[in-house]
């Protein structure tokens, strides 16, 4: 069974910066997809930025300049370096799993990320 643990939340000031750690475990494809949504309250799940495990990425117009994303293949585990964060970053983050094949997602639990003014 696969368990997505995300770590590295908390509180901090605009324009200060976090980095966020999802350890992955369980038996995982190695072909996968790997990525970050947050979720503000009343608002919609929405992506942060995505990695291949062939290192390819993706990010969300808001986090294209201020964040990025990496993965260690070796450990299982997925980061994102938020920087220059600014109070609407607040919100609910979840690591997500896409394994391709058979095609199957899973969830972490969410690590709480408040930017106060």
């Known amino acids: 069974q696969v368990q997505l643990v995300e770590s590295g939340g908390g509180l901090v000031q605009a324009g200060g910066s976090l980095r966020l750690s999802c350890a992955a475990s369980?038996?995982?494809?190695?072909?996968?997809?790997m990525a970050w949504y947050h979720q503000a309250p009343g608002k919609q799940r929405e992506l942060v930025a995505s990695?291949?495990?062939?290192?390819?990425?993706k990010y969300g117009d808001f986090a294209k300049d201020r964040f990025s994303i990496s993965r260690d293949n070796a450990k299982n585990t997925l980061y994102l370096q938020m920087n220059s964060l600014k109070p609407e970053d607040t919100a609910v983050y979840y690591c997500?799993?896409?394994?391709?094949?058979?095609?199957?997602?899973?969830w972490g639990q969410g690590t709480q990320v408040t930017v106060s003014s």
């Open positions: 990695i291949t495990s062939g290192g390819s990425t």
């Open positions: 369980g038996t995982i494809s190695s072909l996968n997809v």
């Open positions: 997500n799993l896409l394994v391709v094949s058979p095609r199957t997602m899973y």
